[in-house]
């Protein structure tokens, strides 16, 4: 029997923006090598998505939080926001002085003062990661990937598939959520900030689980066939549409509730000894 599993990518297949570990990278190699279907699920850009991690080998990707899935250089789903709702979000964002990205299918745009922002962070971040590093027996002296980062300026606002924000508020979420309303859907982000908050805002209506039926219908598959793995907010909506959800052992314990099924951690072989428990491999 084929099965199809989608799998989100930061903190399920990458860790530290650049750590990939060795037996997630066997795994799903051998699972399609074993007949059945490896989808990327994620909330990034397409163009995004870190070359190490395409390197693997995929039969298809869904992006952008649901906004967009591709398969073989064919668009199967495009999902842009509407420009009055681009420019709405700008327009809160600016308004409560929030630095932004705005994501297109092939980009990612920066709001003045956001890519310092995000340096901070992981200048921040970087003496905590060397010593988890060093503590799983893994390379410790990784670089990040320097994110080709465009001004918001030079965007296509009839393009844009969703936002992530950093905001110094800790309630930018709730706040976001109730002044912006029920046309858009607003959800945590994964980026721990000390006294603030960050968050993905994309269309309501619009989420990796949308686009997972939609494939599906493509595919000619069961939900009952299909494995969801990841460990942020954004997938949440995976969660609910597959029929067999895993949370990773780095998720947060309301996800790791929510999804039933939990396996290690990014780094401690995680997706190996799911495939391995559910038969692919």
């Known amino acids: 029997m084929t099965r199809i599993a989608f799998l989100d990518v930061d903190g399920t297949i990458l860790e530290h923006g650049s750590v990939i570990a060795p037996s997630t990278v066997e ?4 699972a399609r090598a074993n007949g059945h279907l490896v989808w990327l699920c994620t909330g990034r850009a397409e163009a995004d998505i870190h070359p190490d991690v395409t390197a693997i080998g995929f039969d298809g990707a ?19 926001l509407p420009r009055a709702d681009v420019e709405a979000l700008e327009g809160y964002f600016r308004s409560h002085g929030i630095h932004y990205f705005l994501q297109t299918h092939d980009a990612v745009y920066a709001s003045p003062g956001m890519a310092e922002t995000m340096e901070e962070f992981l200048r921040a971040r970087h003496a905590q990661q060397v010593e988890e590093l060093a503590a799983l027996g893994m390379p410790s002296d990784v670089d990040h990937r320097q994110r080709d980062l465009r001004a918001v300026a030079e965007v296509d606002r009839d393009r844009v598939a969703k ?28 980026m721990p900030l000390p006294g603030g908050s960050n968050g993905e805002i994309g ?7 949308s686009a997972i039926i939609e494939v599906l219908d493509v595919l000619g598959l069961s939900a009952t066939d299909a494995i969801g793995m990841g460990d942020s907010w954004n997938d949440v909506e995976m969660f609910e549409v597959v029929g067999t959800p895993v949370a990773m052992g780095n998720a947060e314990p309301e ?12 780094l401690e072989d ?12």
Request: aromatic share 4%; charged share 15%; no cysteine.
């Open 62 to 80: 869904i992006s952008n939080g649901g906004a967009y899935a591709t398969r073989g250089g064919e668009t199967l789903i495009e999902r842009p």
């Open 27 to 30: 795994a799903i190699r051998q």
């Open 163 to 190: 936002a992530v924000f950093v905001s110094s508020s800790p309630d930018t979420v709730a706040h976001a959520a109730a002044e912006l309303g029920a046309g858009f859907h607003v959800i945590p982000g994964s």
């Open 203 to 209: 269309q309501a209506g619009v989420t990796k689980g």
């Open 270 to 281: 995680g997706v190996h000894n799911a495939f391995a428990e559910l038969g692919l491999i």
């Open 255 to 266: 996800l790791q509730r929510l999804a039933g099924r939990v396996t290690t951690a990014v």
